[in-house]
């Protein structure tokens, strides 16, 4: 929706899928079962005020029938809300986790109220903001990455694929998850990558050779080079994937990943210019005692020549901000 600033005075409203959900059947209890439903908002819109257009992105439907709005790249008129042009790229992707749940559960899968789909689909929406990438002469590329690791590169004005990219080649989707976002350094992509274990654990975490941050030609979606995690760690055990947007500044890009390092890579090549395991204990500036762990989704922020970082998450949890200079020191 969009809000009057001062007011707050609803100037329009826009649902994803604009029908409401009517009965579809009735599971083994006699009670109605509803679609189509979900097509939920994951991330952040981003606005194009040169051609006042609003891009979003789209989740996976949560039950039956699919329709054409869900696993979609979406542009609205900014002053209106009417949809400019929607571009699908999974068709009947309907996923929920109860449903997902229910069948892997023989007790639960034989129970006459557990719901179920049909034809369940791989859960593969889209978790990035789109990128809006400034090309010359307006051939501008706006790019959307989806949670199994393909990221699509569509022009701005029709919203026509141009290009699409996988990072992992595992054909698991969830093998090199792309989730909350990416980054541009002019015609440079940076897309982080992680191996998941969505069920039963989310917040499990499986150690892939796939893991770690990818640059991609913004325009073309090929790939400029790989930074595999695996390849800058320490530990006994195998350093997992980065689940969260880059972020940097000309030249540097600033990632974190779930072991709990956080690491500064040139731009051009992937080269590490420096890394910092934040999984130990530290002595805080009050004197308290705390402890770092895995860095996850937006926890890395830049500000006056400074790199502050937020550290502990999931299953490796913590609670200390980090504050480095840029050059690691």
């Known amino acids: 929706m969009a809000v009057e600033?001062?007011?707050?005075?609803?100037?329009?409203?826009?649902?994803?899928?604009?029908?409401?959900?009517?009965?579809q059947s009735k599971n083994a209890l006699g009670v109605p079962q509803y679609g189509p439903s979900g097509a939920g908002l994951w991330?952040?819109?981003?606005?194009?005020?040169?051609?006042?257009?609003?891009?979003?992105?789209?989740?996976?439907?949560?039950?039956?029938?699919?329709?054409e709005n869900s696993d979609a790249i979406f542009a609205l008129d900014l002053a209106s809300g009417a949809v400019k042009w929607r571009t699908q790229t999974f068709t009947a992707d309907n996923w929920n986790g109860w449903s997902h749940i229910c069948r892997l559960d023989p007790k639960?899968?034989?129970?006459?109220?557990?719901?179920?789909?049909?034809?369940?689909?791989?859960?593969?929406?889209?978790?990035?903001?789109?990128?809006l990438v400034r090309g010359k002469r307006h051939k501008d590329t706006l790019v959307a990455g989806r949670k199994d690791g393909t990221t699509f590169g569509v022009a701005p004005d029709t919203g026509m694929i141009r290009w699409?990219?996988?990072?992992?080649?595992?054909?698991?989707?969830?093998?090199?998850?792309?989730?909350?976002?990416?980054?541009?350094?002019?015609?440079?992509?940076?897309v982080?990558?992680?191996?998941t274990a969505v069920i039963p654990d989310p917040a499990a975490l499986t150690p892939t050779e796939d893991d770690g941050l990818?640059?991609?030609?913004?325009?073309?979606?090929?790939?400029?080079?790989?930074?595999?995690?695996?390849?800058?760690?320490?530990?006994?055990?195998?350093?997992?994937?980065?689940?969260?947007?880059?972020?940097?500044?000309?030249?540097?890009?600033?990632?974190?990943?779930?072991?709990?390092?956080?690491?500064?890579?040139?731009?051009?090549?992937?080269k590490v210019l420096w890394r910092f395991d934040t999984a130990r204990e530290f002595t805080t500036l009050n004197g308290e005692k705390a402890k770092g762990g895995a860095i996850s989704r937006n926890s890395i922020m830049i500000a006056n020549r400074m790199v502050y970082v937020g550290s502990g998450a999931s299953k490796m949890p913590g609670n200390v901000l980090l504050a480095f200079s840029i050059n690691g020191n």
């Open 5 to 23: 600033a001062s007011t707050g005075k609803t100037i329009w409203k826009r649902y994803t899928i604009p029908e409401p959900a009517v009965e």
């Open 43 to 67: 991330s952040a819109p981003t606005i194009d005020e040169r051609r006042g257009l609003i891009y979003f992105t789209t989740g996976n439907g949560y039950s039956e029938p699919g329709d």
């Open 108 to 131: 639960l899968n034989s129970s006459p109220g557990c719901p179920g789909l049909r034809k369940p689909g791989p859960d593969i929406d889209f978790t990035t903001s789109p990128v």
């Open 164 to 190: 699409a990219t996988r990072t992992s080649a595992n054909p698991d989707p969830k093998a090199g998850s792309l989730n909350f976002g990416l980054m541009a350094e002019g015609n440079i992509l940076f």
């Open 192 to 195: 982080p990558g992680a191996g």
């Open 214 to 270: 990818f640059a991609l030609d913004a325009f073309t979606g090929k790939r400029l080079w790989a930074a595999k995690t695996q390849d800058d760690c320490d530990g006994p055990e195998p350093c997992t994937g980065i689940t969260f947007a880059p972020i940097g500044f000309p030249g540097v890009v600033f990632a974190g990943d779930t072991n709990g390092y956080v690491r500064a890579y040139e731009s051009t090549t992937g």
